[in-house]
């Protein structure tokens, strides 16, 4: 290649990043060696400690888009993009020590429409990638992180950088995710686009572009009507909060080979910020996103109830590996490889992130990369995403849970799900052990008898502990108010740990098979943990549920196990069952209050 390759000094790089292309915000805003994303005292939870710095803002990106909590919004019309398809409209790569940014002719590529205030003019793409195991995309959409993230930055025209980043939607940034495909899926624009790396393999150089490559060419065959909108920042230090966001839904398709090159050539991985909390901010959608439509499915009352769950699109629930299952402790086949879980950051009070109401169910989204599982007899180590909930009616003999043991239902059911770490959400659907859930049973308890509870011994007295563990569901249950529109979320900021809701149950304990999700469209590939033991919680937290929610009956009927085995991590001790010790210590407790009247 005849490109001439620039190697300079700090002070010069970014002498001729000024004064050669024009100013960028994005990734080098403060000096390339005061922040980093690992590996440093600076990394992104010490970046609201910058100066300066909006990095502890409420306001900040990048976010999870839940395509359940969307709002409409018939503004976000077609864009007009100018000189997309101009090919000669990027100029320069540039290794910047944090991504590879693409600069763009000044004043040539413009962007506006699509429900946009302003005009603005583009001056730089650049990427966001993860590992050769891990996805690197900024945003997520339902907890899913693609492969990698390019964003297209533009300032309000006429504006410079620093004025820019000082007024509300002073920057527009259009994120595309990138998604690997088979090769003949990828445009010639990303062969002749990655083949600059081997000559900016050194960090603070770059290279002059003298092939033919247009934006166009490199969005391939995204469809620019379709995108989420919302109000956010940027991604890097200094984080502004000036950003209007904009995130195609269709990803651009990519080799693996080539994507695999942005880590490899630049040799250095995983540059993307966390998730942010949204805190209260909307989450707009086009109308063409809406107008997908789909298949509705529902417990009662709709077309597709679980009886005919199976004649959904790309739907697994006919399968003969479905859940859930009703287990009989009579079949069940010990097995000591079920040893105890090594459970990580089950303590920490920070673990939940949001809880929404989807309509179906209550789901707690948790800190991404925080919650771990591991061991159990597990094959593979898991990261957790979210846990919800399956109960019946409001009623005092209402039962909601999806297993039954001996066929018994509890009032509810409550599910812990885990993806296998550095698959993708699409990935470990197709895995047979891609996805991990722990089913925890939920029983009820009358407030009245927790006095009571002190009389007893053993696993009763137990659950007297740390005040019945129960404060920890009273504040879970407080956000239930927040939430009682479909589709609406609330962020959590009062500690709950998922140690305190378990509370008590003996996690070495419980039955193991492998099943299905138990939602549409029903992918069999979970592996399934139900605790032996319920965990205990109050009749009047576990109500609100259904009353506040508005919905009941939210639970899956039991499907055949057809050849499946259920294995338990160890022999039946024959015990006697915990509800028999409740009784009897309660009937023990009274016992003492007559003999103690009697004496009086």
């Known amino acids: 290649m005849t ?38 005292d600076k990394d992104p939870p ?140 990828t445009t010639e624009a990303w062969k002749n686009l990655i083949s600059y790396f081997a000559n900016i393999t050194k960090i603070q150089t770059f290279v002059n572009v003298n092939h033919k490559i247009s934006i166009s060419d490199l969005l391939g065959d995204v ?127 920070h673990s939940i992130r949001s809880i929404e109401n989807t309509g179906h169910t209550v789901n707690c989204v948790l800190v991404e990369n925080m919650v771990e599982i591991g061991g159990g007899g597990l094959n593979h180590q898991y990261s957790a995403l979210h846990f919800h909930f399956h109960w019946g009616s409001s009623s005092d003999s209402s039962v909601g849970s999806e297993h039954t043991v001996n066929s018994k239902r509890y009032p509810m059911e409550m599910h812990i799900v885990n993806i296998m770490k550095g698959l993708t959400m699409n990935e470990a659907k197709k895995h047979p052990e891609g996805l991990a859930v722990l089913g925890f049973f939920i029983e009820v308890v009358d407030e009245e008898h927790k006095e009571r509870l002190d009389h007893g011994t053993g696993y009763i007295a137990q659950l007297k502990s740390k005040e019945f563990k129960m404060n920890c569901w009273k504040v879970l249950t407080s956000y239930l108010t927040q939430i009682q529109e479909k589709d609406s979320a609330v962020d959590v900021h009062e500690p709950i740990s998922l140690d ?44 609100m549920f259904p009353a506040k929610m508005g919905f009941n009956e939210v639970y899956r009927p039991q499907q055949c196990l057809h050849k499946r085995k259920v294995y338990i991590s160890a022999a039946p001790t024959f015990a006697a069952p915990w509800p028999l010790l409740l009784l009897l210590n309660l009937l023990l407790a009274g016992w003492g209050s007559m003999s103690a009247s009697k004496k009086g």
């Open 500 to 543: 305190c809701l378990l509370g008590d149950v003996d996690r070495t304990k419980y039955y193991r098979y492998n099943g299905s999700l138990t939602t549409p469209t029903c992918d069999e590939a979970v592996v399934w943990t139900v605790f032996m033991q319920p965990i205990t919680v109050s009749r009047d937290l576990v109500k």
């Open 3 to 40: 490109d001439k390759i620039y190697s300079t000094s700090t002070l010069e790089f970014m002498f001729l990043l000024v004064h050669i292309t024009g100013p960028s915000h994005s990734e080098d805003t403060i000096s390339g060696d005061s922040w980093c994303y690992q590996g440093c």
């Open 46 to 185: 010490n970046w609201a400690k910058l100066i300066p710095s909006e990095c502890g803002g409420s306001k900040q990106s990048p976010i999870n888009i839940h395509t359940s909590v969307l709002t409409p919004d018939s503004q976000l019309r077609a864009f007009t993009f100018t000189n997309f398809s101009n090919p000669h409209s990027i100029t320069r790569l540039i290794n910047t020590g944090h991504t590879v940014r693409c600069t763009l002719e000044k004043n040539t590529v413009e962007v506006k429409g699509g429900g946009l205030k302003y005009n603005y003019s583009a001056n730089e793409i650049h990427f966001h990638w993860g590992s050769e195991n891990h996805p690197g995309s900024e945003h997520t959409v339902n907890d899913k992180r693609y492969q990698m993230e390019m964003h297209i930055v533009s300032l309000k025209k006429e504006l410079a950088e620093e004025k820019a980043k000082q007024i509300p939607d002073g920057i527009a940034v259009l994120g595309f995710f990138i998604e690997e495909a088979d090769e003949e899926e």
């Open 223 to 349: 469809d620019l009507n379709k995108f989420y909108r919302y109000n956010g920042s940027l991604t890097t230090p200094t984080c502004n909060e000036v950003v209007v966001w904009t995130v195609f839904k269709e990803p651009i398709k990519v080799s693996k080979d080539l994507v695999e090159q942005f880590p490899k050539t630049m040799n250095y991985e995983e540059i993307y910020r966390p998730i942010q909390n949204l805190n209260g901010r909307k989450i707009y959608a086009s109308p063409a996103i809406l107008s997908d439509g789909g298949h509705t499915w529902c417990y009662h009352d709709c077309e597709y109830v679980p009886s005919h769950w199976h004649m959904l699109p790309h739907s697994q629930c006919g399968g003969e590996r479905q859940s859930p299952i009703s287990i009989n402790t009579k079949d069940v086949i010990p097995d000591s490889s079920l040893k105890a879980f090594t459970l990580t950051n089950f303590s920490s009070p």
